[in-house]
């Protein structure tokens, strides 16, 4: 057996335009798999768009319509579900005491772990019809860990990861394997920025990861190499949860 996916398989790929998602979509191109790239920003999206072995939609993964018709792309366009990536994620820092917290958590809510629910539900029909697939979550080592001020975003990645153990369970007799990665500090949009040369020194290997390094692990667990793991959680963070952060 391949250790990697086949080349006429056809993967869904959520968060796809940018940072680990984007990378998610350069590595399964190279090996000949043909994606189905979902983004809330269209702009991004279209230049994905222009790739041979692409198709985009833009759309909200908190939405039960994008998440359907995004399976239903893959379906109509390539014959098949074999895999998805539910990548998409939101977050930030939040005042407890803002007025506007309530809001901006359920925000968080919905596209971390709405958005994630959503996908399974949708995806499971298509990946049955092939005879089984792989699911995998993009979760953070903050669903792990608490960070100062990201509460929303810590309890929504925690509450994913049990979300995905539970949907292995759920699936595993229809051969469907769901796992998540949880990656740690990675050189994106969201994760990359000014500070990051002075926090880098509190990650044992001393620096952000790079997107590829994510999408690795993510291609891993797709792939029939991971043909035993479900249920699990990949923790790709440069040893950051493995640390007490008491480095020199
Ligand atoms: P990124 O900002 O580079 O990419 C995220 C992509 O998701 C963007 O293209 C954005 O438009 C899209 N997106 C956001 N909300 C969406 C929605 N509602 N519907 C559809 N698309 C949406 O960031 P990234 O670091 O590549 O993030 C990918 C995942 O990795 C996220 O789930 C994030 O929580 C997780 N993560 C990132 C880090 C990090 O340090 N970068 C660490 C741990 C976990």
Request: hydrophobic content about 50%; aromatic content about 4%.
């Amino acid at each position: 057996m391949s250790q990697d996916l086949t080349a006429d398989a056809a993967v869904l790929v959520t968060g796809a335009a940018s940072g680990i998602g984007r990378a998610t979509v350069e590595l399964l191109l190279a090996q000949g798999v043909r994606v189905v790239a979902v983004d809330l920003d269209g702009g991004a999206l279209a230049e994905l768009g222009g790739l041979a072995g692409v198709v985009t939609l833009a759309g909200d993964v908190a939405e039960e319509g994008t998440n359907r018709a995004a399976v239903e792309l893959a379906v109509e366009t390539y014959g098949r579900l074999d895999g998805v990536v539910l990548n998409a994620g939101t977050g930030g820092t939040l005042p407890w005491e803002d007025p506007r917290a309530v809001a901006a958590a359920e925000r968080i809510f919905a596209v971390n772990l709405r958005g994630p629910m959503l996908g399974i539900r949708a995806a499971v029909p298509a990946l049955r019809q092939a005879g089984g697939g792989a699911i995998v979550v993009t979760a953070s080592v903050a669903g792990l860990r608490a960070d100062p001020g990201t509460w929303a975003y810590n309890a929504s990645k925690s509450a994913v990861l049990n979300l995905v153990r539970a949907a292995a369970l759920d699936y595993a007799a229809a051969g469907i394997r769901v796992n998540a990665v949880a990656p740690g500090l990675t050189r994106t949009r969201m994760g990359g920025g000014p500070g990051e040369r002075r926090t880098a020194r509190r990650v044992p290997l001393r620096r952000y990861a790079e997107p590829r390094e994510q999408a690795e692990a993510i291609r891993f667990l797709l792939s029939p190499a991971a043909s035993y793991v479900t249920g699990a959680t990949l923790v790709v963070d440069g040893g950051l949860d493995a640390s007490l952060g008491l480095l020199p």
